[in-house]
């Protein structure tokens, strides 16, 4: 069910050529209110999309009609065409649905380059084609359109006492801190304030897609949206929204590591004891961005040497030689010294657990990432092909 | 000849099992003056090997009588034990050769976490057979015996008017700023203040070593030694010295980039048009250490997007959308959009030049790299068993 899992929402998924395989490639997800909240949160890259650009703009007075997405191009570094594009999509939407264009959030993935007359052609009439598709129970097909390198699609939904989030991510690759070529777009029916939402949604987002760190690569056009409809009449406690909120996130974050391109491993990696969070946070990504770490734990080698190089690379407060480590239980490392044998760690499940002890503090923080595979060297070799 | 060719230098490279294949594992470069000048860089990881804490006492005097080196095991985080036999190593060769142990330089690389008493005894042996074995041809010998994955020795020899500069290297993985699974020494016949060596060892390695970033990975033992017999009798003018010195540094980290683990392609990332250096080496860095530009270049794909991706992820001075790219001398991207077509590059060659215009300044850096391949997974998933 995913973004119409929530009252007050209706989407469709169609497919309009941008994908050579034929399969759904222009989602639209429509706020039926009453409410129109929207908040969005946008990659930090300096090299922005036009969507991103667009978008940006859009979400600022907190109201949100509609979202377009597309993937079978990215209509980043598309000059002013490509961002005239982004405008008549916008404009298009919104003269079907009868609002504001100012209130049509625009989101792209696929090739960087991509966004000339046969790009804007499709992507107009998958906007017309997906108005006229819209259903309350399109949020499936929303999140089959959206799809890139992804094996399968990302839904989430929690239902709470009268309310609902639900939502629909796609990623694959280019995960990194800061969003990355992740595009998700989050519904509740719950009441909410835009002031809420926003906070919400950057607290939510903070601590779960901005921690998923599956190959350092950061994307040109990522955005996370929550929609809030206010469908139900109820208006939760804002503690219980927030943690509605993060586990809907959390759980598509972990669908997203669980796909990421050519990946065999899901590393969790907990840093603990740190000084503060940021820390722990500055350890967990030193090390999941480690190509040697990365492309060890694919050949189910407990190279702790290599996480602990990678984590003196940092500023963080700790004391290299008195670190330990644990690879799936086995503390392999202690004090800066072996551990116990490194043959009595099994790396071969894909869920793989790295813990860090910095033995400093009482902070921590969780970082996701993946390892580094023979097939993620070929998806992204190949991918322009 | 390598660390042999300037006079005032004996060398040897011995076979003591350290390597499971038999292969040469210790080398000794001895310098028999008449100067006894020394200087050396070391890794910027907090982690360090125990040598690394050794030879960072020893050079800070300037005075340097000889250097061990040893591959088949890093004696990194291998505690007091691991200390005590760095130390077991100096005063054996400083015995052997009638000298203080405090001007004994001492270099390991190989696997993190290996340096136990089998690891000792057959360095300690190797220190014996290579001061009995030391010769003025002995360089090869030592070039052949740091190797590690290294498929060939990297040895270069500089003449000049009566004095000459020569080095080996070894790396091949693990090569990245402030050094990596590097180590290096360079010998010269100059005459040299201490002051000189260490100035212009810092001056050589910033613009060479530490540009040479083939997969971000930071090493724990990393180091570059230099010393200097004055057994020419001639006072080189200092820039000469430096520009002489450069050349040599160049040329090894050049061989390191052309032997880099599992790479197909030795890319220059020339970064023009920057405000500071500083900026165009964090945008050249930023590059290439982003493992999907890594990888398109691996499959031949002149992905410029990538490019563009992760140069806004930098602090430096630049407009995103006013920036050029040239690919194998093919301007593909211009002012942030798209140039010529991606099928006029040819990447087919394993020389690979990326330019990156920023169109602000006068500044200028270049970084050397390589891609990400099949073979860069498979080594380094496998370099523990």
Not at 261 to 264: D, F, I, L
């Given at each position: 069910m995913s973004v119409t899992a929530a009252q007050g929402f209706e989407a469709a998924g169609v497919a309009v050529g941008l994908k050579s395989t034929g399969n759904r490639d222009v989602a639209v997800v429509v706020n039926r209110g009453p409410l129109k909240v929207g908040a969005a949160v946008f990659t930090s890259?300096?090299?922005?999309?036009n969507p991103i650009m667009w978008s940006k703009q859009i979400v600022q007075d907190g109201v949100v009609e509609a979202v377009v997405l597309n993937s079978?191009?990215?209509?980043?570094?598309?000059g002013a065409f490509g961002f005239q594009t982004t405008h008549q999509t916008a404009e298009k939407a919104a003269e079907l649905l009868g609002v504001?264009?100012?209130?049509i959030v625009v989101c792209s993935t696929g090739l960087i380059g991509v966004g000339g007359e046969d790009f804007r052609a499709k992507v107009l009439t998958g906007v017309e084609q997906g108005v006229a598709a819209l259903?309350?129970?399109?949020g499936e097909d929303a999140s089959l359109a959206?799809?890139?390198?992804?094996?399968k699609p990302k839904r989430a939904v929690v239902q709470r006492d009268g309310w609902t989030v639900g939502g629909m991510a796609k990623g694959a690759?280019?995960?990194?801190?800061?969003?990355?070529t992740m595009l998700v777009v989050i519904t509740t029916d719950a009441v909410l304030t835009a002031e809420q939402a926003d906070e919400a949604l950057r607290a939510a987002t903070t601590v779960t897609f901005d921690r998923?760190?599956?190959?350092?690569c950061m994307s040109t056009n990522d955005q996370v949206t929550l929609l809030a409809?206010?469908?139900?009449?109820i208006t939760p406690d804002p503690t219980d929204f927030a943690a509605a909120l993060r586990e809907v996130s959390d759980n598509l974050a972990a669908q997203l590591q669980g796909d990421a391109?050519?990946?065999?491993h899901d590393i969790t990696i907990d840093v603990q004891h740190a000084e503060t969070e940021a820390d722990a946070v500055e350890v967990g990504r030193s090390v999941a961005r480690n190509n040697l770490f990365k492309a060890a734990i694919f050949g189910n080698d407990p190279n702790w040497g290599r996480v602990l190089a990678a984590i003196g690379t940092?500023?963080?407060?700790?004391?290299p030689y008195d670190v330990d480590v644990y690879m799936n239980g086995v503390r392999v490392c202690t004090a800066g010294g072996p551990d116990?044998?490194?043959?009595?760690?099994?790396?071969?499940?894909r869920a793989t657990s790295l813990v860090i002890d910095l033995?400093?503090?009482a902070a921590e923080a969780r970082i996701r990432t993946n390892d580094l595979t023979h097939d993620y060297v070929h998806e992204n070799s190949a991918y322009a092909s």
């Open positions: 890259n300096r090299a922005q999309a079978g191009g990215a209509n980043c570094f598309t504001s264009a100012g209130d259903s309350a129970d399109g959206i799809m890139t390198t992804d094996s690759g280019m995960l990194a801190p800061g969003l990355a998923l760190d599956s190959d350092g409809s206010g469908a139900s009449g391109e050519g990946a065999s940092t500023q963080a407060a700790f004391d116990r044998p490194r043959e009595e760690v099994d790396l071969t499940p033995k400093v503090g």
